[in-house]
């Protein structure tokens, strides 16, 4: 398979530009990284700032390219997107959170994972029917799961993405709103959404410390949060000054470099025992 497509990047070699030929070599190489250690998860800790409970985590995928080293996951994210595949790696990413779950349950420690979907993964009518059986496979509570996923990507087909969402959430999955603000959803459209958080993009939440205007926008989105009922996280904390306005304007769950950067599972692992003991 690998040998095939590596033909075919050399045939064409000659008239595509050098992006093109990067984008045909990520998709060429993918499935093949998703089984070896080049891509994995990583996970970073979603914080309650006044107490050690309701503890979650965010995982975020990783890969390091054997020719081009570190790539940013949105990069390879879109390639796999338009090459309609994203589905093989939603589903890995799945497997691999949920074994993570598993394994901390087994040191006993409870937390809440985070994983992010695309907007093709709600378009696909047995996705709610996979993440039952991993559930079922693994025992694990619906609820040990939620689900990031941003407006713009439910909106892209709300009637499809809908259906699938009502069907996650009547699961007990959470269920997230993804870079809050960067997308024009309406406030009736919010309203009818099947969702238990808003996330607030770290752009807003970045310069908070020196920014009026984003300190104004992050102020309303908590407001508008609390109102609809939902918990309200900030993404990109980094300093304690953010942190502190964050906890007196009644942000509820906080995510950034303040608290951790992304940690490889063996780390994550230590770093939440040293966090809960
Ligand atoms: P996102 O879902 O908005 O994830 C948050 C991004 O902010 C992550 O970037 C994270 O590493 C970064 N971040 C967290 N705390 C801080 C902070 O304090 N300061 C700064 N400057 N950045 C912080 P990352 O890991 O590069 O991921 C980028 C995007 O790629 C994600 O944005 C998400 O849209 C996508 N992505 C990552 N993993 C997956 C995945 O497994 N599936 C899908 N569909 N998308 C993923
Ligand atoms: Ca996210
Ligand atoms: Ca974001
Ligand atoms: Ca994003």
């Not at 050399?10 to 250690?37: P, T």
């Not at 914080?47 to 995982?59: C, H, K, Q, Y």
């Not at 009518?125 to 713009?152: G, H, K, M, N, V």
């Not at 007196?248 to 950067?261: A, E, R, T």
Request: proline share 3%; with cysteine.
């Amino acid at each position: 398979h690998a040998r095939h497509s590596n033909e075919f990047i050399c045939a064409y070699r000659q008239g595509w530009d050098e992006d093109h030929l990067r984008r045909l070599q990520l998709f060429a190489d993918f499935k093949q990284a998703l089984l070896s250690d080049e891509i994995c998860l990583f996970f970073q800790p979603k914080v309650d700032p006044l107490s050690r409970e309701n503890l979650g985590a965010e995982a975020l995928i990783r890969w390091i390219h054997p020719e081009f080293g570190f790539v940013n996951p949105e990069e390879f994210i879109a390639v796999i997107e338009s090459a309609g595949q994203i589905h093989l790696l939603t589903r890995w990413v799945l497997r691999t959170a949920v074994h993570q779950v598993s394994q901390l349950q087994a040191l006993g420690t409870d937390l809440t994972m985070s994983v992010n979907l695309s907007a093709l993964d709600l378009l696909e009518d047995d996705f709610p029917e996979y993440i039952q059986r991993l559930l079922r496979e693994s025992q694990l509570p619906a609820s040990s799961f939620c689900l990031e996923i941003t407006e713009s990507a439910i909106m892209q087909e709300a009637e499809r993405s809908l259906k699938n969402l009502e069907r996650l959430h009547a699961m007990g999955l959470l269920i997230s709103i993804d870079d809050y603000g960067t997308g024009y959803s309406s406030l009736s459209q919010m309203k009818s959404l099947p969702v238990s958080e808003l996330k607030i993009d770290k752009s807003f939440v970045l310069e908070l410390e020196t920014n009026q205007e984003d300190r104004q926008i992050v102020r309303s989105t908590i407001e508008l949060g609390h109102t609809l009922g939902l918990k309200v996280t900030a993404e990109g904390v980094e300093t304690a000054g953010a942190r502190d306005w964050l906890i007196n304007h009644g942000c509820d769950i906080l995510q950034g470099y303040f608290y951790s950067k992304p940690l490889p599972a063996h780390d994550f692992s230590r770093w939440v025992q040293d966090y809960l003991h």
